[in-house]
């Protein structure tokens, strides 16, 4: 089987979390999920929300990724920055409940935290629910609507990107 790739990146503040989430996705996912990180490597080399951003979001487009988690300190600007990529659909998450459904409602592939927000426990809780879902799930009851929903996001996206 082969390995989902999950790309991550961060800026200074979302550091120790996306640290502990690393972490915690090589120990728990090492036979299903390989972890591109694309940093910050330590606090001694920080980078801006809008640099770190655009590599997940590219290297989801590019197929080097099919999902993305990014973290700064509200995990705000990391969403804003991701959301203006065809096909990014990035969800700002701080709890297991939104984790979740960004997924099942929204086909979320890309999840943003802030790391000033969220403690690394409860932020590695987030990914594994997060993980754990697919589109649809448990709202099996509202699939045709949410299925025609994510069709006529997608339809805007053609509209605005070509």
């Not at 591109?36 to 290297?59: C, H, L």
């Not at 705000?76 to 984790?99: C, E, L, P, R, T």
Request: hydrophobic letters at 45%.
């Amino acid at each position: 089987m082969d390995k989902i790739k999950l790309a991550i990146a961060s800026d200074l503040s979302g550091f120790p979390l996306k640290t502990a989430i690393v972490n915690h996705l090589k120990e728990k996912y090492a036979d299903s999920i390989k972890v591109v990180d694309f940093g910050i490597e330590s606090e001694d080399t920080p980078k801006p929300y809008f640099e770190q951003a655009p590599k997940v979001a590219r290297a989801i487009q590019k197929g080097e990724a099919e999902k993305g988690i990014l973290i700064c300190g509200t995990g705000q600007g990391m969403a804003i920055v991701a959301n203006k990529f065809k096909g990014i659909y990035a969800s700002v998450v701080d709890s297991v409940f939104a984790g979740e459904r960004c997924k099942i409602i929204n086909n979320a592939n890309v999840i943003t935290m802030g790391g000033w927000v969220t403690a690394p426990f409860l932020g590695t809780e987030i990914v594994d629910g997060w993980l754990s879902m697919a589109f649809t799930e448990k709202m099996e009851f509202k699939k045709d609507f949410l299925t025609n929903a994510f069709a006529q996001v997608q339809k805007l996206e053609d509209e605005i990107y070509g």
